[in-house]
Structures are given as structure tokens and as C-alpha cells.
């Protein structure tokens, strides 16, 4: 699938680059299993956050997968040290609480500066308008359209969508405390991670925890196909009608279905979550050159050749808005990306630490 520029010369620079492959009836071929060298748990850790032991993984999709992306290949082999993870995505009362420890003011709550958009751009961009240059951000909006091609269809700017607003003005987070924040741009994730002791998870830290210690497993549950056993994705016909067989149209609350087998909660589905790593397409085709790979950090240099542009971020997991139909980006291979000043309605995060890094933090209570 292509991406393309939309005619709001915005949402170049603020639209999420998510694209879905469209979903294949077959399954990945079986991966390695994963050689994990210490599997015990971490008692004394920080709360809210599981031990996830170091071992070995392949990471990445077979050649042979037909519901990879180009940027999920090859596969191969990536050495991990143990790391603590969330148990959950940050959530709305979690970042109420820094927001109110802080002040801070999320990407989506600011008027978009020109003079930073234009960079994304190709030059002699014209400016938009005024009316367009406003506090908001993009929210998905649904329409009855055969064509799942164009992903620009049913995602619109709103003013004043922000992560107290997910879905604009008329929309609230009331009685959604446990509910993963949205509208978070990859620059409002870091702050809080900062002011929280964290730091966001490897592209590679995140798929080897979603995973949970199984390299053979299409999804973080297993191969199991009907996804919404499992976590909260579009139920219904996409993008028009969503039917609410699990109850819920947005975001579900966090640990609302079962764990994988690390302990960790809407690894698929619910919000989209980001990573450190730059997104640059050929990356795993350098890294496939090495025999096994150290904790990989992702690409030193982001490359799309789609938006050139616009350096991304890499996410990962799907979100609510994953359908059968349509994307299949809830496998743990699944890799999207976006630009790190962008926000919508589906995106969140969570955050990682080190044992080192829960030393200092506990040293210092």
C-alpha cells in the first residue's frame, strides 16, 4: 500500500503514517522458539511493571508470510538483556497525575508552527490557512467505502481534540481513568516517561515482550484467529460499522483481557504504542547480516521513501481499529510508524526501565 499526501497540507505533517496490509487467511510459518537464559520474576520491582528476562529471539516475519510488510523482513536472530515493562498502556489517570505534577501541555493542545511544518515538507509548500493552523488533532471518523487503499477517507483534523477530548470538544475521558491515554505524540510520551523514571521501549524490547517468551506464535495469545477473544479491535464491517460485540466502539479498560505469558496486558489492540527506534524500511535487511544482533537500538537514520520527508517513529501493536478485513497489524511482527510530533485517537504508549535504573530510583526514596 502507498501512502499519499492528503490535500490538507496538514495532515502531512500531523497525520499518522498507519497503513494496513490488507489480512491474509494464512498463518506465519512457525519461528525459533525463544531461549530464554533466566525465566524467574523479579519480585522487588517497580510497581505496575513485570521482569522480562533476557534471552534470545527472532524477530521479524518469515520471508514466506504473506501478511508481512517489507519492513518486518527477514527475520532474524536478537539477543536481549531483562528489562521491567508496564504491565498496561499508560493511562488517563496515570497522565492526569503528571500533568498535574507538571503543567505540561500535550503536542494536540498547541497551535501547529508553521515554520516547524514546513520542514516535513516539500519545498515551496503553500501555507494553509489560518482556520487549519489550529489546536487539534486526527480523529477517525467512519464512512461507508469500499476502497481500504485510501486511508485518508475516514480519518479527519479535529479542533480541539486533544487527550482530554479524544475524539474533539464534545468527547471526555469522564469515567475513563483506567483507559489508555490517547492523542499522545511520541514527544508527549517521552516527557512523562522522563518525569516518571522510564524510558520507551526498543522496537526489538517491545516485540521480544510481546512475544512472551514464544517465537512461535502469530499473535502475543498464539495462533488463534478469532482476535476479539483477545483484544480490543473492530468488530463489524470496516470502516463503517462497528457492531460492539466486545462492548466497546474506542479504547477498552487497560487489562480488560487475558495476559500473555510475560503477564502483560493489550500487547494487541486497544492503542497503538510507541517505541525509541527511528522507522527506516530497510533496517532489518542490515541488521539480517549479523549472525545475532546485541539489544538492538533501531536505525540511525529514519527513512520512508513514501514521506521523505518526515522522520517516524516506529509503533507497535494495533489498535481498536484493526479489523480482519483490513489490517492485520496485531501480529507481533507488525510494524507502523508516524512522526513524533503527530497524535490521534488511537495512539498511547508504555514504558520500560532497567534493573540499573530501578536501583538509582529506589536508592533515592
Same mark, same amino acid.
Given at each position: 500500500?502507498?501512502?499519499r499526501?492528503?490535500?490538507?497540507?496538514?495532515?502531512?505533517?500531523?497525520?499518522?503514517?498507519?497503513?494496513?496490509?490488507?489480512?491474509?487467511?494464512?498463518?506465519?510459518?512457525q519461528?525459533?522458539?525463544?531461549?530464554?537464559?533466566?525465566?524467574?520474576?523479579?519480585?522487588?520491582?517497580?510497581?505496575?511493571?513485570?521482569w522480562?528476562?533476557?534471552?534470545?529471539?527472532t524477530?521479524?516475519a518469515?520471508?514466506?508470510?504473506?501478511?508481512?510488510?517489507?519492513d518486518?523482513?527477514?527475520?532474524?536472530k536478537?539477543?536481549?538483556?531483562g528489562?521491567?515493562?508496564?504491565? /498496561?498502556?499508560?493511562?488517563?489517570?496515570?497522565? *492526569? #497525575?503528571?500533568?498535574?505534577? $507538571?503543567?505540561? =501541555?500535550?503536542?494536540?493542545?498547541?497551535k501547529?508552527?508553521?515554520?516547524e511544518?514546513?520542514?516535513?515538507l516539500?519545498?515551496?509548500?503553500?501555507?494553509?490557512?489560518?482556520?487549519?493552523?489550529?489546536?487539534?488533532?486526527m480523529?477517525?471518523t467512519p464512512?461507508?467505502?469500499?476502497?481500504?487503499?485510501d486511508?485518508?477517507?475516514?480519518?479527519?483534523?479535529?479542533?480541539?481534540?486533544?487527550?482530554?477530548?479524544?475524539?474533539?470538544?464534545?468527547?471526555?475521558?469522564?469515567n475513563?481513568?483506567?483507559?489508555?491515554v490517547?492523542?499522545?505524540s511520541?514527544e508527549d510520551?517521552?516527557a512523562?516517561l522522563d518525569?516518571?523514571?522510564?524510558?520507551?521501549?526498543?522496537?526489538?524490547?517491545?516485540?521480544?515482550?510481546?512475544?512472551?517468551?514464544?517465537?512461535?506464535?502469530?499473535?502475543?495469545?498464539?495462533?488463534?484467529?478469532?482476535?476479539s477473544?483477545?483484544?480490543?479491535t473492530?468488530?463489524? /464491517?470496516f470502516?463503517?460499522?462497528?457492531?460492539? *460485540? #466486545?462492548?466497546?466502539y474506542? $479504547?477498552?479498560? =487497560?487489562?480488560?483481557?487475558?495476559?500473555?505469558?510475560?503477564?502483560?496486558?493489550?500487547?494487541?489492540?486497544?492503542?497503538?504504542?510507541?517505541?525509541?527506534?527511528?522507522?527506516?524500511?530497510?533496517?532489518?535487511?542490515?541488521?539480517?547480516?549479523?549472525?545475532?544482533t546485541?539489544?538492538?537500538?533501531?536505525a540511525?537514520?529514519?527513512?520512508?521513501?513514501?514521506?521523505?520527508?518526515?522522520?517516524?517513529?516506529i509503533?507497535?501493536?494495533?489498535?481498536?481499529?484493526c479489523?480482519?478485513?483490513?489490517?492485520?497489524?496485531?501480529?507481533?511482527?507488525a510494524?507502523?510508524?508516524?512522526?513524533?510530533?503527530s497524535?490521534q485517537?488511537?495512539?498511547?504508549?508504555?514504558?520500560v526501565?532497567?534493573q540499573?535504573q530501578?536501583?538509582?530510583?529506589?536508592s533515592?526514596?
Amino acid at each position: 500500500m502507498k501512502y499519499r499526501i492528503p490535500i490538507i497540507i496538514l495532515g502531512v505533517c500531523l497525520f499518522m503514517a498507519l497503513s494496513c496490509n490488507t489480512k491474509s487467511n494464512k498463518k506465519t510459518e512457525q519461528l525459533d522458539t525463544t531461549e530464554h537464559q533466566n525465566i524467574t520474576q523479579k519480585i522487588d520491582g517497580p510497581p505496575g511493571m513485570k521482569w522480562i528476562p533476557n534471552g534470545n529471539f527472532t524477530i521479524g516475519a518469515l520471508m514466506n508470510d504473506p501478511e508481512a510488510r517489507i519492513d518486518e523482513k527477514p527475520s532474524h536472530k536478537v539477543s536481549m538483556s531483562g528489562f521491567w515493562m508496564d504491565t /498496561t498502556e499508560v493511562t488517563n489517570a496515570q497522565f *492526569k #497525575d503528571f500533568i498535574k505534577a $507538571t503543567g505540561y =501541555v500535550t503536542t494536540a493542545e498547541k497551535k501547529p508552527d508553521w515554520n516547524e511544518l514546513k520542514k516535513q515538507l516539500p519545498p515551496d509548500t503553500p501555507k494553509p490557512h489560518d482556520s487549519i493552523l489550529v489546536a487539534g488533532a486526527m480523529v477517525f471518523t467512519p464512512i461507508d467505502t469500499d476502497n481500504l487503499f485510501d486511508w485518508s477517507q475516514w480519518w479527519k483534523w479535529i479542533k480541539g481534540a486533544s487527550w482530554k477530548n479524544p475524539q474533539g470538544l464534545q468527547s471526555s475521558i469522564e469515567n475513563k481513568d483506567n483507559h489508555p491515554v490517547v492523542q499522545i505524540s511520541w514527544e508527549d510520551a517521552k516527557a512523562y516517561l522522563d518525569w516518571a523514571g522510564k524510558r520507551f521501549p526498543t522496537n526489538a524490547e517491545w516485540e521480544y515482550a510481546a512475544r512472551g517468551g514464544h517465537d512461535n506464535r502469530l499473535y502475543p495469545w498464539g495462533d488463534d484467529g478469532n482476535i476479539s477473544k483477545y483484544g480490543n479491535t473492530w468488530q463489524g /464491517t470496516f470502516p463503517h460499522y462497528n457492531d460492539l *460485540k #466486545d462492548g466497546y466502539y474506542t $479504547t477498552s479498560p =487497560v487489562g480488560n483481557y487475558q495476559p500473555n505469558d510475560f503477564g502483560l496486558y493489550d500487547m494487541a489492540g486497544n492503542v497503538w504504542e510507541w517505541t525509541s527506534d527511528w522507522y527506516n524500511v530497510n533496517y532489518y535487511r542490515q541488521n539480517a547480516q549479523k549472525e545475532i544482533t546485541k539489544n538492538p537500538g533501531g536505525a540511525d537514520t529514519p527513512f520512508d521513501p513514501n514521506l521523505p520527508y518526515t522522520p517516524q517513529k516506529i509503533l507497535r501493536g494495533g489498535s481498536f481499529l484493526c479489523h480482519s478485513s483490513y489490517c492485520s497489524s496485531y501480529r507481533s511482527s507488525a510494524i507502523m510508524h508516524s512522526s513524533p510530533d503527530s497524535s490521534q485517537d488511537h495512539v498511547g504508549f508504555r514504558g520500560v526501565m532497567s534493573q540499573e535504573q530501578w536501583e538509582i530510583l529506589k536508592s533515592k526514596k
